[in-house]
């Protein structure tokens, strides 16, 4: 495909890109984003589902939604298994619930169609442009304190405590002080403008690591390519519709739907500004296609076997390095085919590897605080737990979710209520209806 082409069809030259730069946004994105090609299968290995058909149906599913975010909606947005819906598929719907991985592929597909009505008749839409700017500039925030997050996770430098809920990880021991290394290293690159930086940091900690024995080293072909795919066929098709419907929409479809619709629209919102998508209106180039590409998404997910995709925040990483086109999700996809051979190979890059890459997107998503008014408390107390709810709940939808309710009430007990959209006041009540439901 020669470059014409690429211009015309992913508007490169009107984006002011090119193909290097998205070319190198995709593979820093699929870097930071292949820890999911593993972490995934565990998850619903866990709940009864085959490992090696979770496995390829988790890079299936990806691949699919991600090609279509590339050619439909040409976003740089990588689309794959949610984390935290994949956890409430295995151990709440599975293991709480007790009811099959075929049922819970079942609630899945049930959500998917779900979606596809609320995007086709514009209502998700709607939800979108109903959101005032003060909160979106604020997702944007949330998010990136979320990804800094996860990154000081994975990398050790901050652990669970009974007392504090989190504290200071052992910074002496191998990952934390390599991460810390790899954190330190790219942030120079960054600092020194090196193009690639953040991949540059993700390759260097994963060599530092196999130099000082944290990570394996490869000791032949075997450890660096399989010629034999992962077989999806116990898992492909095998959804439970029938159950799932019998179950009753009002619980695990329902919580499907309204986790993973607030969940892919903030960081929808949140990479859009990220990426320059988004006007100074708040208006989303494309958001009709983007939102059709996770309903569609949802839908292939559950036929492939797995759990319910969704646009991932990682994709800052990409979008950190220059990608502004569906060209970067279209070599994310592309990669992940690929590492359907080298499976192997991409488990060498440990999670400390690609820690620091996630904190210091979370650094540079900071920077919409800038835009985040707080002189009126009405719109600043709403935007602050939008902010801080994310990280603290692990949920990005959550930290919508108190935004949105707390928007609501503090505009209307302040006297203030014809500011309070219809929209907003049916999505404050549908988180609230959530709320009650996961309690109960």
């Avoid at 949610?82 to 151990?91: D, E, I, P, R, T």
């Avoid at 979106?136 to 000081?152: D, P």
């Avoid at 996770?153 to 007392?163: F, H, L, Q, S, T």
Wanted: aromatic share 10%.
């Amino acid at each position: 495909m020669n470059q014409g082409l690429l211009d015309r069809l992913f508007k490169l030259t009107q984006k002011e890109t090119d193909v290097k730069t998205e070319l190198l946004a995709g593979l820093t994105t699929f870097v930071a984003l292949a820890y999911i090609i593993f972490v995934n299968p565990n998850i619903l290995a866990d709940a009864g589902i085959p490992k090696e058909a979770a496995i390829a149906s988790t890079i299936w599913a990806t691949a699919l939604a991600t090609t279509l975010m590339a050619v439909w909606a040409n976003f740089p947005i990588a689309v794959a298994p949610g984390m935290g819906l994949n956890a409430f598929f295995a151990y709440y719907v599975v293991g709480v619930l007790h009811l099959s991985w075929q049922v819970a592929l079942g609630a899945v597909f049930c959500s998917g169609i779900l979606f596809l009505i609320l995007t086709l008749g514009g209502i998700r839409q709607a939800i979108i442009k109903s959101v005032p700017m003060n909160l979106k500039c604020a997702i944007g925030v949330g998010i990136g304190l979320f990804i800094a997050f996860i990154g000081l996770k994975n990398a050790g430098i901050i652990i669970a405590d009974k007392a504090t809920f989190v504290t200071l990880g052992h910074l002496i021991t191998a990952e934390p002080l390599l991460a810390c290394a790899g954190l330190i290293i790219t942030a120079v690159f960054m600092a020194r403008n090196v193009k690639g930086s953040i991949l540059i940091g993700i390759i260097t900690t994963t060599v530092l690591g196999m130099i000082f024995g944290a990570v394996p080293t490869p000791k032949g072909i075997d450890d660096i390519i399989s010629f034999k795919l992962p077989d999806i066929t116990p898992t492909f098709m095998q959804l439970d519709l029938a159950g799932a419907w019998q179950f009753g929409i009002f619980s695990i479809i329902f919580t499907f739907t309204i986790v993973e619709l607030f969940d892919n629209m903030g960081t929808l919102i949140g990479l859009t500004r990220k990426a320059k998508l988004m006007d100074d209106k708040g208006e989303i180039e494309n958001l009709d296609k983007a939102l059709t590409t996770d309903a569609v998404g949802t839908l292939a997910s559950a036929v492939f076997g797995t759990s319910t995709v969704t646009s991932y925040v990682e994709s800052a990483a990409g979008i950190a390095e220059g990608g502004k086109t569906g060209l970067t999700a279209l070599t994310i996809a592309a990669l992940f085919i690929v590492s359907l051979f080298f499976a192997p190979l991409i488990g060498l890059v440990p999670g400390f590897a690609t820690a620091p890459a996630l904190i210091l997107v979370g650094a540079l998503m900071m920077a919409e605080i800038v835009h985040v008014d707080f002189s009126d408390f009405t719109d600043g107390f709403p935007a602050f737990m939008t902010i801080i709810m994310m990280p603290l709940t692990y949920s990005i939808a959550n930290g919508f979710a108190f935004g949105f309710v707390s928007y609501t009430f503090v505009k209307v007990l302040s006297g203030r209520a014809k500011e309070v959209s219809l929209v907003m006041w049916l999505v404050s009540l549908a988180f609230l209806a959530n709320f009650y439901m996961r309690l109960h």
